[in-house]
């Protein structure tokens, strides 16, 4: 049994928290390993030692403590002081737990932190497990759990199996983020967790998670020093703002993991640094470079006061209380005025502007013209500060509201509200008019979101489409060849047109006359165009997006610059001031509204792409800057091709082709879980990065040959007709149909569950997920596999793994619609009337020509009248027309029912339904449809039941009408 820990060491721990914060000096923490953490927590005030210059860094902590710690990094403390501790319902069932704790465990609860069981069941004054702790703080700092361990972060630590499976997945974020990192290989779960680890857990967690959203200490660039001899130092903080700041007699400063004096500082350094109430710093680090802090972002507010046109431009902007600021211009800064693009000198006194700085740099300008009217949803307003935020087609706008229409609003408070549709006059800087408009909407059609009294263009930029995700899109590029302005229509020239497909611009032959939408969206360097400006730019390249379901050309953006093409991953983004970069290329990418991006087969915005995104780009070179034409998002993984994975006879290596040649009578390819006969010779391309291996390990093409007349299993790329990966087998094969019941990838295994098999893999296992080329550390448990092997000695080597839907719904299906013409019960076999057979495509029974006999499957469901039959009794029906389920993957049917009464149809809207009683309703044919466990059902290629209908949902409906009552037969979801 553990020990309880000392009420010494929680008054320690906890109370001395009221001791006013400096960066203290511990004696017992000199040269110990968490020094700088305990002295960097300190000067945050998240800890403190006993007030006699003792921290004790080798004590373990007590789980109440442990919370108490951890409510206080979320800052969360203040909320401990509003408890009631005489109705605090922990007192009583929480065990051990101390006086000072309980409001700490109440608020932890509340934040859930930890549960109820927890609070009832654990000792809380007993030492604190490290996979406690763990869980503890992934919750705390708002970490999702990672219920599998994909990647095998966990993997690392020699007693992974040690951990308790339900803390499992709070750990893995922590280890993942490096939070965690364990002792020499091991993980440690129920080891206790010593004091200085606390604070190495608690610097990690607010750095890596909370130090965008709870400010304990401050980030500057050293820009004076002229002043350190009198402890005294000027920093430019990351917003742009100048201090001078003065060190404490007792600064604590680190610099490269040493400490230093404030004069070891240099011009340029970035640093952190706490100061204390009488803004002394107590603690400062100067950063590394892979700890700078991000680009800070911040919006300015106010009316313009005057426009410098300098080397380096500058705006002056007098907000709401009529303080007066200089901001300068970046060299790519954004200027919109009235939602068009402007120049800089287009921005005049007395507009409306709100500003988006980057570390204090300006990197856009919304300007709003004297007397224009502005239309948006309002998204913050604050009547004690008077501002106003709206977010509009264009962006979202700040403003500050005039005193006049303030005071006016402060009487009627109920006036406007967040969520509002509003419609607001701007005049001077200031909004001067407000009202609300019912059922308004940014996304509506009307084009005068902003309407100005004067004669500017007031056309929007916005490019989203509310449905764009609804619809098939092909993007092309080619050049145009002309423009028919009366048929709306554009012909591109045939021999250029490219198309774009999985990462690739594709040729197309042929010419193309598409139609170009009412509402089309033209653009050329970045301005919106008309249909009439098009005929401008023929003989260009150009861009387009082109609706497949409309038959219509949705966007055009002209080419302008030397043109680029980069597959890579993005690693770094700003939405703020519209641009990514890439891994491989040293590179910044900008984008704005004329850019496609596609994402999943949908049209997003730029705003949409995400670090890490795997993305093939499309950029057009201006100058020096590029300009991001078309962004399509591939997967992560290269296996995005279409792979046929074959098994042959190696007949002859022909390395000066590079091809090889597999023996025809030998030659089988994998297909939904079966390897299938080929008929034919093969000769096959071998990529020049193909990677072949014999027993594990890499030979090349001139090895391979040596393997003439052996088994290979080949992974060829139907979409570049390359091999790209080749394994010779060796040994005896054999193979498995099952499901995955443990994975290791730390010892490259997995087990089967009824073969009761350990199946060893290495890099030259060929894994097929979803039709994706894998690895073996990508299975998981409960996978359903095809696994062929080679049984090599006495261990089974994977050689070709197939991962099979889990869900028996996924199998293809086909219904058919017949008259029963004989049961063979003794091949438990059916044979439909050849002249009658229908089947169901696309909401339409359609004729099938020739017999069909089907395989009745051991588990079919056979009904008459409602009532289950079983198949002796099928042959009373024949003769009958029947309803049949055919599982085309199974080759037999799974569901049979006897038609009864007279057969109707309809195509209409489910607009109400009882899931209790079984029925639902048609929208047009104001129909009641009753269905039994005889209904057969399918959704999206899924059989389903009657209860998984919904209301909206697009029908065409087969019924069986029986006296009055309308039975459903068949339905298939549109």
Request: one cysteine or more.
């Amino acid at each position: 049994m553990r020990k309880k820990l000392s009420v010494f060491l929680a008054f320690i721990m906890v109370f001395t928290m009221i001791v006013p914060a400096w960066a203290a000096v511990y004696t017992d923490t000199v040269d110990h390993w968490s020094e700088q953490s305990v002295l960097k927590m300190d000067a945050k005030g998240l800890i403190k030692g006993d007030g006699k210059g003792n921290f004790y860094p080798e004590r373990s902590v007590s789980r109440q403590e442990v919370i108490a710690l951890l409510v206080r990094l979320i800052d969360k403390e203040n909320d401990v002081l509003t408890v009631n501790l005489e109705e605090s319902s922990v007192k009583e069932s929480a065990k051990g737990v101390g006086d000072w704790a309980v409001g700490y465990l109440e608020v932890a609860k509340k934040e859930g932190i930890i549960t109820d069981n927890e609070l009832t069941v654990l000792m809380w004054n007993w030492e604190a497990e490290r996979q406690e702790v763990a869980q503890w703080l992934c919750k705390a700092v708002k970490q999702s759990p990672q219920k599998t361990d994909t990647n095998g972060v966990l993997e690392q630590f020699v007693d992974v199996y040690d951990i308790n499976k339900l803390k499992s997945p709070y750990i893995i974020p922590l280890v993942r983020d490096k939070i965690i990192v364990g002792s020499n290989g091991y993980f440690r779960p129920l080891d206790s967790v010593k004091r200085g680890e606390v604070a190495i857990l608690l610097d990690r967690s607010d750095k890596k998670y909370l130090d965008k959203t709870i400010v304990r200490s401050k980030k500057g660039q050293i820009i004076g020093l002229d002043n350190i001899d009198d402890d005294e130092t000027t920093v430019k903080d990351d917003k742009g703002l100048v201090y001078d700041l003065t060190f404490a007699y007792n600064t604590i400063m680190y610099k490269g993991g040493e400490k230093v004096e404030p004069e070891d500082l240099a011009l340029g350094d970035w640093v952190e640094y706490v100061e204390d109430d009488k803004d002394n710093i107590t603690y400062a680090e100067v950063l590394e470079n892979e700890a700078l802090p991000e680009p800070t972002t911040n919006v300015v507010t106010g009316s313009v006061n005057s426009v410098i046109n300098a080397a380096v431009p500058q705006i002056t902007i007098i907000d709401s209380k009529g303080n007066l600021g200089i901001y300068s211009m970046g060299p790519d800064t954004v200027f919109n005025l009235n939602g068009k693009l402007v120049n800089f000198m287009s921005i005049q006194p007395g507009q409306a502007v709100t500003l988006e700085l980057v570390n204090g740099t300006v990197s856009k300008v919304y300007a709003i013209s004297v007397g224009t009217t502005i239309k948006g949803l309002v998204t913050q307003i604050d009547l004690s500060s008077g501002s106003l935020e709206i977010k509009t087609i264009i962006s979202t706008l700040n403003f500050w509201l005039s005193p006049n229409l303030l005071t006016q609003l402060k009487i009627d408070t109920n006036q406007v509200a967040i969520g509002d549709y509003v419609r607001v006059k701007v005049n001077n800087g200031l909004v001067s008019e407000l009202f609300v408009e019912a059922g308004g909407s940014i996304d509506t059609d009307d084009s005068s979101n902003m309407d100005s009294s004067s004669d500017t263009d007031n056309s929007s930029t916005d490019s989203s489409n509310t449905d764009n995700n609804e619809h098939n899109y092909t993007v092309y590029t080619a050049t145009l060849d002309d423009v028919d302005k009366s048929k709306d229509e554009v012909d591109l020239k045939s021999s250029t047109i490219e198309y774009l497909d999985d990462g690739r611009w594709r040729s197309k032959s042929g010419s193309l006359t598409l139609e170009a939408a009412d509402d089309v969206e033209i653009y050329y360097d970045g301005d919106e165009k008309d249909f009439d400006d098009l005929d401008d730019y023929e003989d260009d390249t150009i861009y387009l997006v082109y609706d497949e379901d409309e038959d219509e050309v949705i966007k055009i953006r002209v080419r302008k610059g030397t043109e680029y093409k980069y597959d890579d991953t993005i690693t770094d983004m700003s939405t703020r001031s519209d641009w990514f970069e890439l891994d491989d290329e040293s590179k910044t990418f900008y984008y704005d509204e004329s850019t496609i991006v596609m994402i999943d087969g949908e049209l997003m915005n730029g705003d949409d792409l995400m670090e890490d995104d795997e993305v093939y780009v499309t950029v057009d070179k201006v100058s020096t800057k590029y300009h991001a034409a078309v962004v399509e998002v591939t997967a992560s993984n290269t296996s995005e091709g279409d792979y046929k994975v074959y098994k042959a006879t190696l007949d002859d290596v022909d390395t000066s082709n590079k091809e090889i040649e597999l023996k025809s009578t030998t030659v089988q390819y994998l297909d939904d879980a079966k390897w299938r006969s080929s008929s034919g010779n093969l000769t096959l391309e071998v990529a020049d990065s193909a990677k072949m291996y014999f027993d594990g390990a890499l030979i090349d093409l001139n090895e391979l040959e040596t393997y003439e007349n052996a088994t290979i299993y080949v992974v060829y790329d139907e979409d570049v007709e390359e091999v790209i990966k080749i394994k010779v087998k060796k040994g005896t094969e054999y193979k498995y149909d099952d499901e995955i019941s443990d994975q290791s990838t730390r010892n490259n295994r997995f087990e089967l569950n009824d073969a009761d098999k350990t199946i060893y893999y290495e890099d030259d296992v060929i894994v097929m997920i979803d039709g994706k080329l894998m690895n073996g550390d990508d299975l998981e448990e409960d996978d359903k596999v095809y696994v062929t092997v080679d049984k090599v000695g006495t261990e089974y080597r994977a050689s070709v793994v197939q991962v099979k839907p889990n869900d028996s719904s996924e199998a293809d299906y086909i219904i058919y619609k017949a008259t029963l013409y004989d049961v063979d019960t003794r091949n438990d076999e059916i044979d439909l009337k050849s002249n009658t057979v229908q089947y169901l495509d696309d909401a339409r029974w359609r004729n099938k020509s020739g017999s069909l006999t089907l395989e009745i499957a051991s588990d079919v469901e056979m009904f008459f009248d409602g009532n289950e039959i079983d198949f002796d009794e099928l042959d009373d029906y024949e003769n009958d027309t029947i309803y049949v389920i055919y599982n085309e993957d199974e080759e037999e049917v799974v569901k049979l029912r006897v038609k009864r009464g007279i057969t109707y149809f309809y195509d209409d809207e489910i607009n109400d339904s009882s899931t209790s009683s079984n029925w639902f309703e048609l929208d047009d044919a104001n129909k009641t449809i009753y269905y039994d466990d005889d209904a057969i059902i399918i959704k999206d290629g899924e059989l389903i039941e009657g209860d998984d209908l919904e209301e909206d949902d697009e029908v065409y409906v087969t019924t069986d009408k029986v006296g009055t009552k309308y039975h459903a037969a068949v339905v298939e979801v549109e």
